[in-house]
């Protein structure tokens, strides 16, 4: 069966600080991952995904995320965070064959201070 | 174009009544999801549709959910009995495939009082 776990609950950083959201996953194939991003009373929306090819995927809004197969991890990155970035964060992955259900990890508030 | 939308957004209901909430998909996608999403957690898969075929109900948690998309573009889900637990938002997606990347409605938050 495929999981997510995203360790941190709660991320704070200072606008213009770098971020890192942690997300790690276990599924015995090759996976299908995914960033969404959910603002308060929002759906949500797809930052970036990673199918195959290049490890290092970019995304909108600046972000990026690279697949480590050996740690099993898609950790998202943004090297300058800006106070509208503050919302909640889903890592989601999905089996490469066929499969069509994701599971979400239980997601990462990010909080931004001015 | 215009992306999944929801309907009500927001939605009280007494214990024990029955609820219906209506998602848009993105025109000319296929596929269509259901999700619930508790507080404080990540959307949980229900159900999901081909066209007007309900391929997967798997997700659903008791035979009080019930979901239909009778000509392959609306779908309702509904909610029968309410009980306090069914308490969430309730999300919809759309997909042109079923493993195609699915865009998210902004979802019905149920409150069951």
């Known amino acids: 069966a495929q999981s997510v776990t995203q360790p941190d609950i709660h991320i704070t950083v200072s606008e213009g600080a770098s971020l890192e959201l942690r997300c790690n996953y276990s599924y015995g194939a090759t996976p299908y991952l995914f960033w969404y991003v959910q603002s308060p009373g929002q759906g949500l929306q797809l930052l970036l995904k990673?199918?195959?090819?290049?490890?290092l995927v970019q995304g909108i809004k600046g972000f990026e995320a690279e697949f480590k197969r050996s740690q099993s991890s898609f950790n998202l990155r943004k090297p300058s965070v800006h106070w509208s970035d503050a919302a909640e964060y889903f890592c989601?992955?999905?089996?490469?064959?066929?499969?069509?259900?994701?599971?979400f990890g239980r997601g990462t508030s990010l909080i931004v201070h001015p | 174009g215009a992306g999944v939308s929801q309907s009500p957004r927001y939605k009280v209901a007494k214990r024990g009544q029955d609820v219906a909430l209506r998602c848009d998909p993105i025109?000319?996608?296929?596929?269509l999801f259901w999700y619930q999403q508790a507080l404080g957690q990540g959307p949980e898969f229900l159900t999901y549709f081909q066209n007007e075929a309900q391929l997967d109900k798997s997700g659903l948690p008791s035979d009080r959910f019930f979901a239909e998309r009778p000509e392959g573009s609306v779908s309702t889900l509904k909610i029968q009995r309410t009980q306090q637990e069914d308490s969430a938002v309730y999300l919809c997606a759309s997909s042109l495939g079923g493993e195609e990347t699915q865009y998210f409605g902004p979802g019905t938050r149920l409150l069951v009082l």
């Open positions: 025109s000319g996608h296929v596929s």
């Open positions: 990673y199918f195959s090819g290049d490890t």
């Open positions: 989601a992955v999905k089996g490469s064959g066929g499969s069509y259900i994701p599971t």
